[in-house]
């Protein structure tokens, strides 16, 4: 088949044929709209409300505190920078959340058990459940009050009938779990089932971080607003007060942290040296006691001891640095480490080991985290560990290089100091003695008081903190809003969906569906023009439906073939017309026989042949017989005369197939064919031969030479468009000419009630039937 045809059998839908399809299957439709209003009645009466919490929140930003550390001494200790997007991940962060569930003290949630729906008891359940010993059950337990003072315990609702009966208030053994059961509130309905379930403070803190939203006010504010979808707006709105809550003292403990480590430091410190300062105050105050008395007055106006003090008040600073890296080193040791003081703290800097120790910090705040949700042996958490472990090492090999060169300036602090110490040798042993003394009890008490003023700094700072949240709208009731179920969007759906549903199957149907339902079938797939129509007829006694009313419907549409098929000729006045079909059942015969009736109603002598040669059966419908016919003719076994027979009806004469013939392909073919066609032309002005399907056997091919026009039977809703790939190849390709379509059996009226005149060659011919010209069919 050529390109085009190709082309023309592409997959469309005519609308015009949807709509029909859309009438034919109208009750899938209102079954679909039927299903559809009644899913959306039911998920509207048994789906339970849904409402949203919100709360706001005002969070310091990035800058919003900068600036505070150089007003109070020490504020730099607790003056976290924070940044918007941090505070939103801390906010939902597991550890924050699990502490909410701990504050929300939520030991068990509370059911009652619907026929449709259940419903949680919140705030005030009906009962309570109080763990004693054991291990938790933290499924759902469900339990059959039998009256005010018993009740049935299960793991299944099924089971409950043959459970124990327990009594309420007194202690009960429930798969290892001891618990105690007793009335809260109210008075149970003991025809209900109800049910509580023990829950975890991991699950719970998982819960709120999957059901929590977090969103910014807008882009240029740092105004948060919470919130939280459920079932239970009370538990929301408890849920979102107690988060704000947590979460401001989260963020104070977290700024407190560092102060916190730099006290403990620094008392640690203390301890050491104010000893050692008791000893040397001691000695210092024994030995000017015995001067005194010795009546030995000592000054300590001397340059070279001022240059000595000198130098050592910076072997003090050096010395603290030495200590701080040590302190750091015990520090790293130990299993607690949670954080380090700064070294501008303690009046130096070193701005690499500050890096070092803050993202040693944040290992330890992801470890902290991932070790909720992680186990021991996940990979990320070891690889968390392992890069702690690195950091460490980090830190340390720091550390000690940093001691090192510390304990070397020291050493050339010391040599400087003895030098100088060698230059006082020249004075009196009891003033030298005396600076000595001075000298030992100084260092260690302007190393007392510094330490004494970095903890008074840090003191003053975590009492200072102010927290880096401030709640502006706790959650009530005034700030909850009902979600769903949206009744008109629900129901908006359940008709589209009941609608669509079943369109989308019609479409299916459609597809499906490759019979011939409309001219636009034809049209797609073939250029041969449409003779005409005849409506379906049900309950005949036979094919013969023109006789008994010539002005009816169905008499009318042959008349339409009649004239067509006379345009198709050129109005010759004597024609020839081969009656064929694709397959058996299309209505080859039943065409055949009213089309020569209408002809013979007209006045014409017409004759009707009964080509079909290998499945006889047009005799029957006149009452006839078959034994002798056109098979007898064939093989000279009758005469023309014997072979044909006349009708009941009037200038229509029958010529039968005859007996069947093991050959009838080679009969039609042979010159007696030829002889017949000759003999018949001269006695009749019209012969109507009623061939075998084309698509099944080739004698309709065989007669086309005889004829002076073809019709082709198509059957609405019958015949497959593959089945006139053939018919339309011969036509392309002029094997068969004159070639006409006439659709049988059409169910649906009007689908191809004009198509005839219109769509054939163009004649424009068209009989404009009125009111009354017609007659009832019976």
């Known amino acids: 088949m050529n390109q085009s045809t190709q082309n023309n059998t592409n997959f469309q839908i005519d609308p015009k044929i949807f709509v029909l399809y859309i009438i034919k299957y109208w009750y899938i439709i209102l079954i679909g709209i039927a299903l559809g209003l009644s899913y959306s009645y039911y998920k509207i009466r048994y789906t339970p409300a849904t409402y949203h ?135 149970v309905d003991n025809d209900a089932i109800y049910a509580f379930r023990f829950n975890s403070y991991a699950a719970l803190a998982r819960g709120f971080q999957g059901s929590l939203s977090v969103e910014v006010e807008n882009q240029k504010s740092s105004i948060l607003i919470l919130g939280e979808r459920s079932l239970t707006p009370q538990k929301s709105i408890d849920f979102l007060n107690s988060l704000m809550k947590v979460y401001i003292l989260w963020g104070v403990e977290q700024n407190n942290e560092v102060a916190s480590n730099t006290i403990r430091f620094v008392d640690e410190q203390l301890e050491v040296i104010a000893d050692s300062l008791l000893i040397t105050e001691y000695e210092l105050e024994k030995f000017q006691r015995k001067n005194f008395e010795d009546r030995i007055f000592l000054t300590d106006e001397d340059n070279n001891m001022e240059e000595v003090f000198n130098l050592e008040d910076e072997l003090t600073k050096r010395n603290v640095q030495k200590e701080y890296y040590g302190a750091l080193l015990r520090k ?58 690195e950091q460490k090492k980090a830190l340390r090999e720091i550390s000690f290089s940093n001691i090192k060169q510390v304990n070397s300036l020291i050493d050339s602090l010391k040599r400087v100091i003895k030098k100088e110490e060698n230059k006082v040798l020249n004075i009196p042993r009891e003033q030298r003695e005396f600076f000595n003394l001075r000298r030992k009890n100084k260092l260690l008490s302007d190393l007392y008081t510094y330490l004494l003023n970095k903890r008074s700094e840090a003191s003053i700072a975590k009492a200072s903190n102010t927290p880096k ?72 006694d036979n094919n013969i439906v023109v006789t008994s009313n010539l002005k009816s419907v169905i008499s009318e549409s042959f008349r339409g073939i009649r004239t067509n098929v006379n345009f198709m000729v050129g109005g010759k006045e004597k024609t020839k017309a081969l009656v064929t079909s694709s397959v058996s059942g299309e209505g080859k015969t039943f065409t055949s ?88 032309e001269e006695k009749y002005d019209v012969i109507i031969v009623d061939s075998p399907p084309l698509g099944l056997v080739t004698d309709a091919l065989l007669l086309k030479k005889f004829v002076d026009s073809s019709i082709y039977i198509v059957r609405h809703n019958y015949t497959k ?42 004649y424009g011919y068209g009989y404009g039937y009125g009111y009354g010209y017609y007659s009832n069919d019976t």
């Open 53 to 187: 919490s919100n709360s706001r929140m005002l969070l310091k930003d990035e800058y919003s505190s900068w600036g505070q550390e150089y007003f109070l001494p020490g504020m730099e200790l607790v003056s976290v920078r924070n940044r918007l997007i941090n505070e939103l991940g801390i906010i939902k962060s597991f550890p924050v959340m699990e502490r909410v569930a701990k504050d929300l003290k939520w030991e068990a949630s509370y059911f009652k058990l619907g026929n449709i729906k259940t419903t949680e008891m919140y705030p005030e359940p009906l009962f309570k459940v109080k763990f004693l010993d054991g291990v938790k059950p933290y499924a759902l337990i469900h339990i059959d009050f039998q009256d005010d003072n018993r009740f049935k315990i299960a793991r299944d609702s099924e089971d409950l009938g043959d459970s124990e009966v327990f009594t309420l208030g007194e202690s009960f053994n429930f798969e290892g779990a001891e618990i105690i059961i007793s009335f809260n509130a109210g008075k």
């Open 332 to 389: 790293l040791d130990s299993n607690d480490f949670a954080g380090f003081p700064s070294s501008a703290i303690f009046g130096f800097q070193d701005p690499n080991m500050d890096v070092e120790i803050k993202r040693l910090m944040g290992l330890l705040l992801r470890l902290k985290e991932s070790s909720y949700k992680l186990t021991e042996e996940n990979a990320e958490l070891l690889k968390i560990k392992g890069a702690i472990a």
């Open 469 to 540: 949240a401030q709640i502006l709208d706790n959650a009530n009731p005034y700030r909850v809003s009902y979600e769903g179920p949206n009744k008109s969007n629900t129901y908006l759906l359940g008709t589209f969906c009941g609608l669509g549903i079943p369109l989308l199957i019609i479409l299916v149907f459609y597809t499906v569906n490759n019979k011939i339902v409309d001219p636009a079938d034809l049209k797609r797939i073939t250029d041969i023009p449409i003779l005409g129509s005849i409506n379906l007829k049900t309950g005949l």
């Open 593 to 680: 026989i009213n089309l020569s009736i209408i002809y013979a109603a007209s006045g014409k002598k017409t004759l009707l042949l009964g080509a079909d040669m290998r499945k006889p059966k047009i005799f029957k419908d006149f009452d006839l017989s078959n034994s002798v016919g056109l098979s007898t003719f064939l093989i000279n076994k009758s005469s023309l005369e014997s072979c044909i027979q006349k009708t009941h009806i009037g200038n229509l004469d029958l010529m039968a197939s005859g007996p069947i013939p093991p050959n009838p392909a080679e009969l039609i073919e042979s010159k007696k064919m030829v002889e017949l066609f000759q003999q018949l």
């Open 721 to 762: 468009q593959s089945y006139l790939n053939n018919i339309n190849q011969l036509h392309k390709d002029g094997v068969i000419k004159n070639l006409g379509f006439v659709v049988n059996a059409v169910k649906k009226k009007g689908v191809f009630g004009n198509y005839g005149y219109g769509y054939g060659y163009g």
